[in-house]
């Protein structure tokens, strides 16, 4: 069974950092993308980031790129999002998401397990 579980949201102020991590199990880590998601209320689940099954290939909303970084390490089936220069509209919960190949990975649909979420709320 895939589980995916996500830390270290929480509140920050604008300007400042975070660093999201997702850990998984359940399954071969190094054989699957990985991706990163954000919801905020009443708005539709929003791609920010992907990368590639070893992390030679990463790819970032334009929404977050030069702020965020996506980063993963197979060793600790692992997967990282490093937010920095946050705003209040990153306000969202986070999700991480697996997907089977690194191919459509900006579309949810795409991806077959997430985790449950963390919330990062980014104060004015």
């Known amino acids: 069974q895939v589980q995916l579980v996500e830390s270290g949201g929480g509140l920050v102020q604008a300007g400042g950092p975070l660093r999201l991590s997702c850990v998984a199990s359940?399954?071969?880590?190094?054989?699957?993308?990985m991706g990163w998601f954000r919801q905020a209320p009443s708005k539709d689940r929003e791609f920010v980031a992907a990368?590639?099954?070893?992390?030679?290939?990463?790819d970032r909303s334009d929404s977050v790129n030069g702020r965020f970084t996506i980063s993963r390490d197979n060793d600790k089936n692992m997967v990282y999002l490093q937010m920095n220069s946050l705003k209040p509209e990153d306000t969202a919960v986070y999700y991480c998401?697996?997907?089977?190949?690194?191919?459509?990975?900006?579309?949810?649909?795409?991806?077959?397990?997430w985790g449950q979420g963390t919330q990062v709320t980014v104060s004015s």
């Open positions: 998401g697996e997907i089977s190949k690194y191919r459509g990975t900006r579309r949810a649909n795409g991806y077959v397990y």
């Open positions: 359940g399954r071969t880590f190094s054989s699957y993308a």
């Open positions: 990368i590639s099954r070893y992390g030679a290939s990463t």
